[in-house]
């Protein structure tokens, strides 16, 4: 037996859902990596011959070996900070007047605008160094902080290159539709015919977007300009999700799962046909706590109908300026867990099996199962509920990324 690694004196929360134990739990386990891929993984005990003196052997110590985490839903490129409206918020300013009065997502496309690609790429770079250290592999970057043809670009860019020169993996959603930029202010109907005859065809000509996003909620778009975009994106072979239910329920999610959308996301306010809607088409609900928690919502998202019709919940950070400075997956973790009541092993499957799905890609990480790429961490910790549990020690102790050795 020839393969490029193996790991032994490791327990696998392998989080697929063809095992029956708690995150597809493995204990005494091994693993073996070969061209990228996860070749071999079980009981030790059973683990096949194979060359022990031309194969790299990593030792476990007893710790646990994860998929590598997966943040779908960011806003991880963008330019200065909103620290005046923290301070607003908390001398009593809603959310929806900061935006009204021009601050809000406005006030973070003024300093976009202003900066250059460098400095983008820099600040951006620096956040994606801040997940890759604690587990995560795999991001979904959006734009929105630009509402100019140019910016949009230029941000969809940005995110394009960081994930050729960082380990990390990096999808990247056009969300053009975030917020009416002032320009606009009296005739949002133009606006979003700007995004899509003259915004998306250039993102799709420079292969800039994975999948396309918008803002449906009553201080940005409605439900006909909503159904507008997506079905634009979809029509030229995009993915489609939405910031869907955030603030109230304007029916965003059931729209989006008919149009079959990988993914709602917020969705604070989504009633029960929304979320029989969601199970009928297979769409994620994508919860985001840091959101939840930086703006102290009370409106708690309706956890207990998603699990009695089984919609996969995803956990991201929603990492922005504005509503969630957060730049933390496992703390998302822990507030998933704390606030939103999701158990661990719930939170768990957010950031992996579920979160991969969000973004179209379970047919290659999201789970630790033969054929797989090899993306996994080695963390050490004594459950995988300890991933939940606490926060601010460094656990995460090796992560291989395409079956390569990249972090320790």
């Avoid at 998929?67 to 009593?92: Q, S």
Wanted: charged share 20%.
């Amino acid at each position: 037996m020839s393969w490029d690694q193996v790991w032994i004196d490791i327990n696998i929360a392998t989080m697929s859902p063809n095992i029956s134990e708690p995150y597809g739990t493995i204990t005494d386990a091994a693993l073996a990596v070969k061209d990228g891929k996860i070749a071999w993984v079980g009981k030790r005990s059973e683990l096949p011959e194979f060359d022990v003196f031309a194969t790299p052997i990593y030792k476990g110590k007893g710790g646990w070996i994860t998929p590598g985490l997966i943040d779908a839903h960011t806003h991880l490129v963008f330019a200065g900070n909103r620290a005046n409206e923290f301070e607003l918020r908390l001398n009593g300013a809603s959310y929806e007047e900061i935006a009204r009065s021009g601050g809000g997502i406005i006030s973070t496309v003024n300093a976009c605008r202003e900066a250059d690609e460098a400095e983008l790429f820099e600040l951006g770079r620096q956040r994606l160094n801040a997940l890759a250290k604690e587990g995560v592999t795999t991001v979904e970057i959006k734009s929105g902080y630009g509402l100019d043809i140019d910016t949009e670009l230029k941000i969809l860019r940005v995110a394009r290159e960081l994930g050729k020169h960082h380990h990390v993996d990096v999808k990247t959603t056009f969300l053009g539709a975030h917020a009416i930029p002032p320009e606009y202010k009296h005739d949002s109907d133009a606006y979003v015919d700007l995004v899509i005859n003259e915004m998306l065809p250039k993102v799709i000509a420079e292969d800039l977007a994975d999948a396309v996003d918008v803002f449906c909620e009553n201080i940005a778009f409605n439900l006909e300009q909503t159904e507008r975009v997506l079905a634009a994106a979809k029509a030229a072979g995009l993915q489609i999700k939405l910031h869907a239910e955030q603030l109230s329920n304007m029916g965003g999610s059931a729209l989006a799962a008919k149009l079959g959308a990988k993914s709602v996301d917020h969705i604070e306010y989504l009633d029960e046909d929304g979320v029989k809607a969601l199970s009928e088409s297979g769409t994620c609900a994508t919860l985001l706590p840091g959101a939840f928690y930086f703006l102290r919502e009370t409106q708690h998202p309706p956890i207990d109908l998603l699990r009695q019709y089984k919609v996969p919940m995803v956990v991201a950070s929603d990492y922005n300026p504005g509503s969630s400075p957060l730049c933390s997956s496992l703390l998302m973790l822990n507030m998933a867990c704390t606030l939103l009541r999701l158990t661990p092993e719930e939170a768990l499957a957010g950031m992996t099996r579920n979160a991969a799905k969000a973004l179209g890609i379970e047919d290659k990480v999201g789970v630790v199962e033969v054929g797989m790429v090899a993306d996994f961490c080695m963390w050490n910790i004594s459950t995988p509920a300890e991933l939940a549990y606490t926060y601010g020690v460094a656990s995460c102790v090796d992560v291989v990324k395409n079956g390569h050795l990249v972090h320790q």
